[in-house]
């Protein structure tokens, strides 16, 4: 998380579910911006308080669950799901996000941050055409 109020609590929330459910969980402090956009056409959704789920999942046609108004203010694509930082409206979100009707309306979704020429586009574009499968892991080299 950011440095939000509560976010070291989440942050070992994480933690402790990908600790339990590791063969089908990851978290990570930073991907870096290649491997984050990369991975976005294996998620089923973005879920948190980043900027990141308002401003490029739609661009990847995928759904934002929104949490907390950290992003209050900010244009949204209909694949945000706004939600409060409760149980019980996060499950909401989660119903709705595997919804059939939403699922299907992902489809057709329009980035209200992406115009003719854009960035966010070209970066779309790119990765789209992209075989992603065998991305080359960088190797580390310790120097003493």
């Given at each position: 998380?950011?440095?939000?109020?509560?976010?070291?609590?989440?942050?070992?929330?994480?933690?402790?579910?990908?600790?339990?459910?590791?063969?089908?969980?990851?978290?990570?402090t930073s991907?870096?911006?290649?491997?984050?956009?990369?991975?976005?056409?294996?998620?089923?959704?973005?879920?948190?308080?980043?900027?990141?789920?308002?401003?490029?999942?739609?661009?990847?046609?995928?759904?934002?669950?929104?949490?907390?108004?950290?992003?209050?203010?900010?244009?949204?694509?209909?694949?945000?799901?706004?939600?409060?930082?409760?149980?019980?409206?996060?499950?909401?979100?989660?119903?709705?996000?595997?919804?059939?009707?939403?699922?299907?309306?992902?489809?057709?979704?329009?980035?209200?941050?992406?115009?003719?020429?854009?960035?966010?586009?070209?970066?779309?574009?790119?990765?789209?055409?992209?075989d992603l499968?065998?991305?080359?892991?960088?190797?580390?080299?310790?120097?003493?």
């Amino acid at each position: 998380t950011n440095a939000d109020t509560h976010g070291r609590i989440i942050n070992e929330m994480i933690d402790k579910y990908v600790s339990k459910n590791n063969s089908k969980s990851a978290a990570f402090t930073s991907m870096g911006q290649l491997l984050y956009f990369s991975t976005a056409k294996f998620v089923d959704a973005i879920v948190g308080n980043s900027s990141s789920g308002i401003v490029e999942a739609p661009s990847f046609n995928k759904g934002t669950i929104n949490i907390g108004d950290r992003q209050k203010g900010r244009i949204r694509a209909e694949s945000v799901i706004n939600c409060e930082p409760t149980k019980k409206s996060i499950e909401k979100a989660f119903k709705k996000m595997y919804s059939r009707d939403f699922q299907n309306s992902l489809k057709n979704i329009k980035n209200p941050y992406d115009s003719k020429g854009s960035v966010a586009l070209k970066i779309k574009n790119i990765i789209k055409t992209r075989d992603l499968d065998n991305i080359v892991k960088k190797k580390f080299y310790e120097i003493n």
